[in-house]
């Protein structure tokens, strides 16, 4: 029985890796791969998913407003979805793969982080959490050595910043991964720097 999938991971974890090697897997055995990514993520380009290590690929871009499960049953014929930068899909959206798993029996395999920079889950992650039959962490380590969970959003001098929107498109220089204890420690030392500023 096909399954819906959720492969998440924190900031440089090698999700979108992950996923284009599982596309390259499928296709290699003669499957035709349906890859699909939210019009939120424009990083790369309207159509690309690329990682970090350079490998890329073209994917149907999905706005929120599109209906995944129509859009399937019109234009679609495939054996696998595989699906990046999932946390930005509507709950409806991921209602709608999940719906494409049951009735087609059709796997769905979605990457994609977990929790935004306040450590806040992500609309999409959190349906992902309550429907996937399979949870399965990419993990990433902090500089400090322990597992990175936190992806931290920082400025140009490389202060962790805690005010913003939740959706902030960025690279290397808008995030680094980050261990809680970390993250904490370095959210309350800019605290105190700027409390020993003012006096």
């Known amino acids: 029985m096909a399954k819906l999938y959720f492969k ?50 073209e994917a149907q871009v999905v706005p929120p407003e599109m209906n995944i499960e129509k859009e399937f049953e019109n234009h679609v014929d ?32 979605c990457f994609g982080l977990r929790t935004d920079f306040m450590t806040r889950l992500f609309p999409g992650s959190s349906r992902l959490f309550e429907v996937a039959d399979s949870i399965t962490e990419i993990k990433t380590i902090c500089r400090c050595g322990s597992k990175a969970i936190v992806n931290a959003r920082i400025d140009g001098e490389g202060r962790v910043l805690t005010e913003g929107e939740q959706v902030f498109l960025g690279g290397n220089d808008s995030y ?20 020993e500023a003012k006096k």
Not at 82 to 103: G, H, K, S, W
Not at 177 to 195: F, G, L, P, V, Y
Request: net charge positive.
């Open 78 to 109: 495939c054996d696998v979805i595989i699906a990046d930068e999932c946390q930005f899909f509507t709950p409806e959206q991921i209602d709608q793969l999940r719906n494409l798993v049951n009735d087609r029996n059709l796997p769905v395999l």
């Open 8 to 57: 998440y991971g924190a900031m440089g974890s090698s999700k979108t890796a992950n996923a284009l090697i599982t596309k390259f897997n499928y296709e290699e055995r003669g499957m035709k791969v349906w890859l699909i990514k939210p019009s939120t993520d424009s990083r790369d380009g309207e159509c690309t998913v690329r990682s970090r290590i350079g490998l890329s690929a």
């Open 176 to 195: 680094v991964a980050m261990c809680h204890r970390c993250w904490k420690n370095a959210i309350d030392e800019q605290k105190k720097s700027k409390t």
